[in-house]
T-cell receptor, first 114, second 112 residues
């Protein structure tokens, strides 16, 4: 069975550039989560979708970050403009129904903003 | 959101020794999930506990949920080098939005 698929695996870009991260959840999962992981702040939830609708975006750092889920099999996280402090590993995870179910994580996107 | 405290932050053990990590909350938790993240990898779900006093075992791993549902522990018996990684506890946010809140994790190093 295919797990959560994220792309790209690595991204290196200059500050000011737009960055788009992509995620395909496990088929049949109706909850999707975007996390950011850094040494300093650990694993932080950025936004959580249920049935393609954003339920909680309180973790989105600022207006430079936006996330969409146009259908049940695809989501994007966009940073525009990017800044060096956005450098982190970004994980997408999906589950059958919210936080009561196990979350399945993708391999992550390692983002470096120069 | 409410944060759980995980201790210790780091632990170095000799292969064969036991290891325990603790997850503590000041308020009652509805559930606890445990995840393991290998170096360079992604978090992988291990188990969920929901009942007061619940104990579950997976081979050398024993998971407990406290009677008051305010703490949890993960105990590894006779560690192996394959146990290396960071162990996270996570719980459902009481705001009922359905999101999980992760602890800061305990990083385990095992010396062969």
């Amino acid at each position: 069975d295919a797990g959560v698929i994220q792309s790209p695996r690595h991204e290196v870009t200059e500050m000011g550039q737009e960055v788009t991260l992509r995620c395909k959840p496990i088929s049949g999962h109706n909850s999707l989560f975007w996390y950011r992981q850094t040494m300093m702040r650990g694993l932080e939830l950025l936004i959580y979708f249920n049935n393609n609708v954003p339920i909680d975006d309180s973790g989105m750092p600022e207006d430079r970050f936006s996330a969409k889920m146009p259908n049940a099999s695809f989501s994007t996280l966009k940073i525009q403009p990017s800044e060096p402090r956005d450098s982190a590993v970004y994980f997408c995870a999906s589950s059958l129904n919210g936080g009561n179910q196990p979350q399945h994580f993708g391999d992550g996107t390692r983002l470096s903003i120069l | 959101g409410q944060q759980v405290m995980q201790i210790p932050q780091y632990q170095h053990v000799q292969e064969g020794e036991d290891f325990t990590t603790y997850c503590n909350s000041s308020t009652t938790l509805s559930n606890i999930q445990w995840y393991k993240q290998r170096p360079g990898g992604h978090p992988v779900f291990l188990i969920q506990l929901v009942k007061s006093g619940e104990v579950k075992k997976q081979k050398r791993l024993t998971f407990q949920f406290g009677e008051a549902k305010k703490n949890s522990s993960l105990h590894i018996t006779a560690t192996q080098t394959t146990d290396v990684g960071t162990y996270f506890c996570a719980h459902l946010d009481p705001s009922n939005t359905g999101k999980l809140i992760f602890g800061q994790g305990t990083t385990l190093q095992v010396k062969p």
